[in-house]
């Protein structure tokens, strides 16, 4: 995986992405499970590979419904890294 710089959008996800977000989201896009909206229209969100773009790839980590074929509960999809280059957190596609 490419690694990319985002700017934090106060609400737990980024913008401004490097451009090598573009890259992520395509291959991300072939291994994608797409999932329809839940229950919850708030927090169970539609993910599909057509719409998958920076601002869904944000939200669709923070509510958890980012997963990819292949990947268990157990492998980080995104780990985020603080200003000193330390993790902070690793985000896993089932929080």
């Known amino acids: 995986m490419l690694p990319f710089?985002?700017?934090y959008n106060d609400?737990?996800?980024g913008e401004n992405s490097h451009?090598?977000?573009g890259y992520i989201l395509d291959g991300l896009k072939q291994q994608?499970?797409?999932m329809p909206e839940g229950e919850?229209?708030?927090h169970d969100i539609p993910v599909s590979?057509?719409?998958l773009n920076e601002e869904?790839?944000?939200n669709a980590v923070h509510e958890g419904r980012l997963k990819i074929n292949g990947c268990t509960d157990a492998d980080p999809l995104i780990e985020l890294i603080d200003d000193y280059g330390k993790s902070k957190k690793s985000k896993s596609q089932y929080e």
């Open 5 to 7: 710089l985002s700017e």
């Open 11 to 13: 609400y737990g996800g």
């Open 19 to 21: 451009k090598n977000i």
């Open 32 to 34: 994608l499970v797409e």
């Open 40 to 42: 919850n229209q708030y």
């Open 49 to 51: 590979a057509d719409k």
């Open 56 to 58: 869904l790839f944000f």
